[in-house]
């Protein structure tokens, strides 16, 4: 995680962002304290951070900082001018931490913010901030199998936005935001598949993380949360406002550096 001494909306490269809607920092520390406490505290998960820097207000969003599978790192090729030069800082992190193999697609890429791994396959999302033809260097540089998954509405525009990988048997999206092909490549393979409403999807409930057993969304998915605890999940739902301005929730801003995701 990057702690949000720079984070603001200053610039708009999605739907949610807005120069004239700006973020409360103290709000948005008070959120993003109350997730790092709940990962650290109550969890028990372990948290590394990076240092933020001055004029990268996005960083805080760790998730697009790179996609990590074993100990090979596959770093962002940015779309958006205004956050190419978070790339250098990640990779800084990565090195200065023993991890060897780490490379740089040709293709745009956002990092785990468009590629969530759910058992041995990738879901990769395409076209608003990353390149189809990324995927194909994701496949040959982790080896795994990747599925691309269209996205078709700007308000959802990485995949961590529309779908959340909640155990190995079980993914949740929001149908409009795909395509039909998509959708089918989704449904062939998932045995279940939870469908978000839009208000729940809209609420920023499926920028969610999932260990398997507690999942972590906004409080402003309700009926997600409900669906969630029923089937026997520990939910815990957080205020995440401030970042949701940015077009971010708390998937963004959770980059997995373990030996890949939820469903390991
Ligand atoms: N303001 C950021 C952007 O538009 C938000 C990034 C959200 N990250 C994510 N993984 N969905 O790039």
């Not at 190419?84 to 490379?103: L, P, Y």
Request: proline share 7%; hydrophobic share 40%.
């Amino acid at each position: 995680m990057c702690p949000p001494n720079h984070f603001d909306i200053e610039y708009e490269i999605n739907p949610w962002m807005h120069v004239d809607d700006p973020v409360s920092p103290e709000r948005a520390a008070a959120q993003w304290e109350g997730l790092y406490h709940l990962y650290t505290k109550v969890l028990g998960w372990q948290v590394a951070l990076i240092e933020p820097v001055p004029h990268l207000p996005d960083m805080v969003f760790t998730a697009n900082g790179a996609l990590v599978m074993g100990d090979r790192v596959a770093l962002p090729r940015f779309r958006q001018p205004e956050r190419q030069g978070e790339t250098e800082h990640f990779a800084a992190w990565f090195r200065d931490r023993g991890f060897k193999t780490c490379v740089q697609p040709r293709h745009d890429f956002e990092g785990e913010g468009d590629a969530l791994r759910w058992n041995d396959v990738l879901f990769a999302g395409y076209p608003w901030r990353s390149d189809k033809p990324a995927h194909a260097e994701l496949a040959q540089f982790f080896g795994v199998e990747v599925v691309s998954l269209q996205l078709t509405d700007a308000r959802f525009y990485h995949l961590d936005t529309a779908l959340t990988i909640v155990d190995e048997r079980t993914v949740a999206l929001y149908p409009p935001a795909f395509t039909e092909a998509s959708l089918e490549a989704v449904y062939r393979r998932v045995p279940r598949v939870v469908e978000a409403s839009e208000a729940d999807a809209l609420g920023y409930g499926l920028n969610a993380v999932s260990d398997g057993h507690h999942i972590v969304l906004s409080d402003r998915a309700p009926e997600l949360a409900a669906t969630y605890a029923a089937l026997g999940m520990t939910v815990h739902p957080m205020p995440i406002s401030e970042f949701q301005k940015s077009g971010g929730g708390m998937k963004c801003l959770t980059l997995d550096v373990r030996n890949g995701g939820a469903s390991r």
